[in-house]
């Protein structure tokens, strides 16, 4: 039963009601008013200087929200509901939120579609090497758009999300497209699994199975801060899906990518891990609406048994600093730096734990880029020795062609650089979902 929620002074408006709507109800069910408190930081504005989401217009988020545009939610629809619209408003997640609210893929799945006649039809030793097309492929497309009607959620601008205790978003996709000032804070997102993967035969030398979510995805968003929250595929491993045609059956996309335009974003004290496709910046070759933007700060992440895009970046201006890559599963790791086209990463005083079968030349990854600045860098191989390291100059010793050593900027919004040696003690310590609640 939904009840309004007193916090001192002020009463929380829950699952959308309007104050007086929410009162009326408690007072007909005579059922006990709950008191619960709004977090400080719930309210907490990026700071002036910290990082590519302080500049513009700076990052608020909802801080300005009054009384009347505070909720606490329980369940998918009601996080829909008061996370839509552009004024001022913090959300309160309280507990586990299942975006599917219990559907299954076997729900979303079309009458014309399933998975066997879908590989007995596309086998590219039957297909050959084409993309997909006709009523089957027309099925799977019908079942894809099902399930992202239930499991995306558009977040509008002027927006905080703050999870309480133990708050949790599974299988859900936060859209922020074309919105502005968002803060999302103390959240764990889970499992963001596409049912319905695309077969593409032309990527790559040997086709990929290609997904459609991500946990969060800013689509031409301004001004975003994610900070302290927690990603990961939890029980649902890329590592354990089948092989289909040669090669791995792949249910996620992205945990937090940033594309089609979108600038000024700060990603700070996260921990993202146990995925292979981390934090895509900028998602096409071609100039266009990326060029001059995609600023974007990422510092004091906990990066722990990624596979690749630890970000892979394209056309923007990425300050890398204080980091904690925690690379020990050398079955899973690809890279983590993706140099790509009109990229300028800064990466600075970051921190590299690794299993001694990743050489330090596959942190870096060309992907059409030609420059890149690096300095400060510190790895370790287990409990072994700490030792200075130029990832860069290891990947332009092992590879061909060199990618330059100057990005062609220096960051000037920073929260302050810590020493490198202190990273790994700092980052563990508050990367992920535990501000206070």
């Not at 069910?29 to 709950?34: G, N, P, Q, V």
């Not at 758009?145 to 999870?163: A, D, F, L, M, P």
């Not at 079968?357 to 030349?361: E, K, S, V, W, Y």
């Given at each position: ?9 002020t ?7 309007t ?9 007909a ?6 008191s ?14 910290d ?9 608020t ?5 009054d009384d ?19 004024t ?5 997640v ?10 299954t893929?076997?729900?979303y799945?079309?009458?014309a ?27 799977r497309v ?24 133990g ?8 859209l ?7 803060i999302?804070?103390n ?11 695309a ?17 969060v ?13 927690t990603f ?8 354990d ?11 996620h ?31 096409t ?24 895009r ?21 079955d ?17 005083n970051?921190?590299v734990?690794?299993s001694a ?5 596959n ?46 900027w ?15 003690k700092?980052?563990?310590a ?8």
């Open positions: 039963m939904h009840v309004h929620l007193k916090l001192g002074l009463v929380l408006t829950v699952a959308g009601l104050l007086a709507a929410a009162t009326a109800i408690a007072q069910a005579d059922t006990r008013t709950t619960v408190t709004v977090p400080a930081q719930a309210r907490q504005p990026l700071a002036a200087n990082g590519w989401g302080a500049a513009g217009a700076g990052t988020g909802g801080s300005a929200a009347a545009h505070v909720f606490v939610v329980r369940t998918r629809d009601e996080l829909v509901a008061a996370v839509a619209g552009n001022p408003k913090i959300v309160l309280a507990g586990k939120i299942d975006a599917n609210a219990g559907k893929c076997a729900d799945a079309d009458p579609y399933s998975l066997d006649a879908y590989l007995a039809a596309y086998d590219p030793a039957v297909w050959g090497r084409v993309a997909p097309s006709g009523p089957l492929e027309e099925a019908r079942s894809t758009r099902t399930q992202g009607e239930q499991i995306k959620v558009n977040v509008g601008s002027n927006t905080t999300i703050y999870g309480l205790k708050a949790q978003l599974l299988a859900g996709n936060l922020l497209t074309n919105v502005s000032n968002v999302i804070r959240m764990t997102f889970v499992d963001a699994a596409d049912c319905f993967p077969w593409t035969p032309t990527d790559g030398a040997e086709g990929n199975w290609n997904s459609l979510y991500d946990n995805t800013l689509s031409g968003a301004t001004n975003v801060w994610l900070d302290h929250n990961t595929d939890g029980a649902n491993q890329d590592v899906q089948p092989v289909y045609f040669g090669r791995p059956y792949q249910v996309d992205g945990l937090a990518d940033i594309i089609r335009g979108s600038d000024y974003v700060t990603v700070s004290y996260n921990y993202l891990f146990e995925h292979d496709k981390s934090m895509l910046i900028g998602s070759n071609t100039p266009g609406v990326d060029v001059g933007k995609l600023r974007v700060t990422i510092h004091h992440n906990r990066f722990a048994n990624l596979g690749q630890i970000p892979r970046v394209r056309f923007g201006q990425v300050d890398v600093y204080n980091n904690y890559f925690y690379l020990t599963d050398e899973t790791f690809s890279y983590a730096f993706g140099v790509g086209v009109q990229s300028a990463i800064y990466a600075e970051n921190f734990l690794r079968d990743i050489p330090l030349g942190l870096v990854y060309n992907w059409g880029g030609t420059v890149m600045t690096e300095r400060g860098t510190l790895a370790r191989v287990g409990t072994g020795p700490i030792v200075a390291v130029n990832l860069l100059a290891e990947f332009n010793a092992a590879s061909d062609p060199d990618i330059g050593t100057d990005a062609g220096t960051p000037a919004l920073r929260a302050g650089l810590d020493p490198t040696a202190d990273v790994p700092i980052v563990t508050n990367a992920g979902a535990r501000l206070p609640v």
